[in-house]
C-alpha cells in the first residue's frame, strides 16, 4: 500500500504557474505508473499526465506543452509543473499511483485559475 499527499495548490490568474507536489509514504521506485488527474465541478475525473518508472510520460492533449510531469525517487514524489494555466484548468487536482493493479489515491488539492 501507499499514501499520497498533494500539495501545491491555490489561486493563480490566467497565465500564471504552479508546481503540484505529490508525496508518497513508501519508496515509489517500483511504482510502475503514476500520474496526474483532475475533477472540475460536475464533470468526471480525467487523467492529465502520467509517467512510468523508466521516465516515459503521457499528457493529454489540453496540456501537452503547458503542463511537465515529474517523479524524484530519492524524494519519493512526483511533481506536475503548470505553466500558462486557463481558467479551463480550474480543478481539484489528484495523484495516483498503479500498485499491484490496485489504484490508490490522493486527497487531492484546489487549484483556481481566474481570468
Known amino acids: 500500500q501507499v499514501q499520497l499527499a498533494e500539495s501545491g495548490g491555490g489561486l493563480v490568474q490566467a497565465g500564471g504557474s504552479l508546481r503540484l507536489s505529490c508525496a508518497a509514504s513508501?519508496?515509489?521506485?517500483?511504482?510502475?505508473?503514476m500520474g496526474w488527474y483532475r475533477q472540475a465541478p460536475g464533470q468526471q475525473r480525467e487523467w492529465v499526465a502520467i509517467?512510468?518508472?523508466?521516465?516515459?510520460?503521457h499528457y493529454i492533449g489540453s496540456v501537452k506543452g503547458r503542463f511537465t510531469i515529474s517523479r524524484d525517487n530519492a524524494k519519493n514524489t512526483v511533481y506536475l509543473q503548470m505553466n500558462s494555466l486557463t481558467p479551463e484548468d480550474t480543478a481539484v487536482y489528484y495523484c495516483?499511483?498503479?500498485?499491484?493493479?490496485?489504484?490508490?489515491w490522493g486527497q487531492g488539492t484546489q487549484v483556481t485559475v481566474s481570468s
Open positions: 495516483n499511483a498503479i500498485m499491484t493493479g490496485q489504484n490508490y
Open positions: 513508501r519508496s515509489i521506485v517500483s511504482i510502475n505508473t
Open positions: 509517467i512510468f518508472n523508466d521516465g516515459r510520460t
